[in-house]
C-alpha cells in the first residue's frame, strides 16, 4: 500500500473519542482530544517513514498512555516501614487523629476570622498564638507557611538592606535545597560570615559585621562538626547581642518546644532557647512538634509585632486547614496528651511492644514459608532532627532472594508499603507502622516472595 493511503487508514479524532467514554470521565473531554491528536500526529509521522497504521484501540492506549505520564494519580496514603520518623518523602509528620478531625471540620465555611458573638470580624491569627505562647513561655509568637518562611520573613523584617552575622560552622543546607546563604539572599539581609567551619567563638560574634542588625544562629540539624570544635553557648551569644544592641535569632529547626529526653536529650528546646536569652527563636510546626507543615516563631512582643506588620508575613499566612491542625496539635501538647501525636508515640515506644509485634510478624511470615528473623536496627527521627540520635529498637529482617524486586512489588500495591532494603534483606520496622497494618504487612510480604521466587 501506498504511504498516502496508509495515512488515510489512520481514524479520525472525532471517531476515536467516541470509544473514550471512560477517559473522558477521568480526564475531561479537552485532555483526551489532546492526547488523541498527539498520538495520531505520532503514528503519521511514523507511517510516513514506512511503519504500518495503528488500529484505533493502539492510538487510544498510546492516547490513554501520554495522559497518566503528564496527570499523576491524587496524593495516597502509604504504609511506612522504613522506621523514619519523620520522612521527608512520605510527608514528615503524620498527622495526629484531633488534628485531622479539625481539618475536616475546617474544610467548608468557618469562623477563620469571624467572631460568632459579635458577628464582626475576627482574628486569624487569635486562634495559635495564645497556645503557642502558653506552650513555651514566649512574650508573643507567630506562625506562617514554613520554617524557610519564618526565616526570611525575621530576616526581612529585622535585617532587610542590612548586614546580619552567621557562623561559618551554620552555613548549612537543609534537605529540598534550602541553602542558609540563598534564604538570606531572599530576605534582603547580607551575609556577614565569622569565624571558621569548625571553630567560632564570642568575639567573632563581637567584631563582625560593625553595623549588623542581627546575629544569627542555627541548629545544624541534619550534620555534627566532631573533633577541635567550638561555638559559644547561646548564653554567651545572647551576651554579644546585648553588648551590640541587636537581637538574637536562633533556629532550631526542628520543633520541640520543651526539652525532651532519650533520643531527643541533644535537641535543643524552644523553651530553653527563649530562656538562655534567643530574642526571636524559630522552629518548624512538623518535625518533632508532630503538627502540619509551618514556620512558627517566638520571642520579644516589639520584635514579633514588627513581623506581622511585614507585607511577607500576609504572602506567607496560613490557610484555614493548617491553622485547624496546628491549633489541634498544640492543645495535645499543652495537655499532655502527647502519646495522641503519632510522632511522639513512635520516638517513645517501647522495646517490648515493638519486640512482641516483631515476634507476631515474624511468626507469621514463618507459618508461610518466608524466611524472616527477629533483627536489631536503628530507626531514625528523621526530617533534618536529632542527626546523631539513632531509636534502637527490634525489627523484621526477611531474607527475600532479591529485596529490590521484593520491594518494588511492596510499593506497586495500594495501599503501597515502603521498607528498608539492603544489600540482601528487606528490614520491616514497625515502629513508624500503625499495629493495625501488621497483618497487612504479613499478607503482602508473603505474597510478594512468592512472586518474587517464582
Ligand atoms: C527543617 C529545617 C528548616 C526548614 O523547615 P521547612 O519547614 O521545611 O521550611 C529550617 N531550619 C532548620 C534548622 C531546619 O531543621
Redesign the pocket.
Known amino acids: 500500500m501506498e504511504g498516502t493511503d496508509r495515512l488515510r487508514r489512520l481514524p479520525g479524532i472525532d471517531r476515536l473519542l467516541s470509544d473514550c467514554t471512560e477517559l473522558i470521565a477521568r480526564y475531561g473531554r479537552q485532555t483526551v482530544t489532546d492526547a488523541l491528536r498527539t498520538a495520531v500526529d505520532d503514528a503519521r509521522e511514523a507511517v510516513r517513514a514506512g511503519a504500518a497504521a495503528p488500529t484505533s484501540d493502539a492510538l487510544i492506549a498510546a492516547a490513554a498512555a501520554l495522559i497518566a505520564r503528564r496527570r499523576p494519580p491524587a496524593l495516597q496514603p502509604v504504609v511506612n516501614a522504613t522506621g523514619v520518623v519523620v520522612h521527608t518523602n512520605l510527608g514528615r509528620a503524620p498527622l495526629p487523629e484531633a488534628a485531622r478531625d479539625a481539618l475536616l471540620a475546617a474544610a467548608g465555611y468557618c469562623d477563620l476570622e469571624y467572631d460568632l458573638a459579635t458577628g464582626r470580624r475576627g482574628s486569624r491569627g487569635g486562634r495559635l498564638e495564645p497556645l503557642l505562647c502558653d506552650a513555651t513561655g514566649a512574650a508573643a509568637a507567630l506562625a506562617v507557611n ?4 519564618a ?1 526570611v520573613l525575621v530576616l526581612a523584617t529585622l535585617a532587610g538592606g542590612r548586614d546580619v552575622v552567621v557562623s561559618r560552622g551554620e552555613l548549612i543546607e ?1 534537605g ?1 535545597s ?1 541553602r542558609l546563604p540563598d534564604i538570606m539572599g531572599a530576605s534582603g539581609a547580607r551575609l556577614v560570615e565569622v569565624g571558621t567551619t569548625n571553630r567560632t567563638r564570642a568575639d567573632d560574634y563581637l567584631a563582625g559585621g560593625g553595623d549588623a542588625a542581627a546575629i544569627l544562629t ?2 545544624p ?2 550534620y555534627r562538626i566532631v573533633g577541635f570544635v567550638a561555638q559559644p553557648t547561646l548564653t554567651e551569644l545572647a551576651g554579644v547581642a546585648a553588648k551590640r544592641g541587636i537581637p538574637l535569632i536562633y ?4 520543633g520541640l518546644l520543651q526539652p525532651s529526653t532519650g533520643a531527643l536529650t541533644n535537641e535543643p528546646a524552644v523553651a530553653d532557647a527563649l530562656r538562655d536569652g534567643a530574642d526571636i527563636v ?1 522552629c ?1 510546626g ?2 518533632l512538634l508532630g503538627g502540619p ?1 509551618a ?1 512558627l516563631l517566638f520571642g520579644r512582643a516589639d520584635l514579633v509585632a514588627a513581623c506581622r506588620r511585614h507585607p511577607l508575613a500576609r504572602a506567607f499566612r496560613l490557610d484555614k486547614l493548617r491553622i485547624a491542625a496546628l491549633q489541634a496539635t498544640l492543645e495535645l501538647h499543652l495537655r499532655d496528651e502527647r502519646r495522641e501525636v503519632p510522632v511522639w508515640r513512635m520516638l517513645t515506644a517501647h522495646t517490648a511492644g515493638l519486640e512482641q509485634r516483631c515476634r507476631r510478624i515474624v511468626d507469621g511470615l514463618v507459618a508461610d514459608g518466608v524466611p524472616a528473623e527477629l533483627a536489631e536496627a536503628a530507626a531514625l527521627p528523621g ?3 536529632a542527626p546523631d540520635a539513632t531509636l534502637p529498637g527490634p525489627v523484621v529482617r526477611v531474607d527475600a532472594g532479591r529485596p529490590t524486586d521484593v520491594a518494588m512489588r511492596l510499593r506497586a500495591q495500594r495501599p503501597p508499603i515502603v521498607v528498608r532494603v539492603t544489600a540482601a534483606a528487606i528490614v520491616v520496622d514497625p515502629r513508624t507502622v500503625d499495629e493495625n497494618d501488621d497483618d497487612l504487612i504479613v499478607s503482602r510480604l508473603v505474597a510478594a516472595h512468592r512472586a518474587s521466587a517464582r
Open positions: 514554613n520554617a524557610a518562611a526565616l537543609i529540598g534550602f542555627l541548629h540539624s541534619n533556629d532550631v529547626g526542628s524559630l518548624s512538623d518535625k507543615q514556620g526530617g533534618g532532627a
